[in-house]
């Protein structure tokens, strides 16, 4: 009995685990070395979720908020453009609601040499 409570459980804690962690695919890649600055970042999410907040980081410079305008619905698929802003490492950080109603939130990196 206890085996069947204890794997039930952990069955669980792993679905939990991938829903709240959507992020599939980003281009760039996450921690991808670039040559040059990309016109635009696609977040490819497992299902579907609508973004509320994303944030480009560079060390060198503030944050900046990037234009989700476009995107009011639940939706798997993102494609943000950027604003040219030279070399350096960046860091992309998202936020949103899931279809289910939970607050998502993540990070991605890629280095533009």
Known sequence: MKKLLLTGLIG??????????????TTP????VIAQMPSEVHLNFKGDIR????TMTNP?????????SGHDS???GYTIPLTEIGSGAYVIEWR???ADGHALNGTFSFTVQ
Request: net charge negative; glycine share 6%.
């Open 96 to 98: 949103g609601l899931g």
């Open 60 to 68: 060198n410079r503030e944050n900046t908020e990037l234009d989700i």
């Open 12 to 25: 669980v804690w792993t679905t939990l685990a991938i829903a709240h962690s959507p992020l599939q695919s």
């Open 51 to 54: 973004l509320t907040r994303v």
């Open 29 to 32: 890649e996450n921690e991808a």
């Open 74 to 76: 639940f939706i798997k």
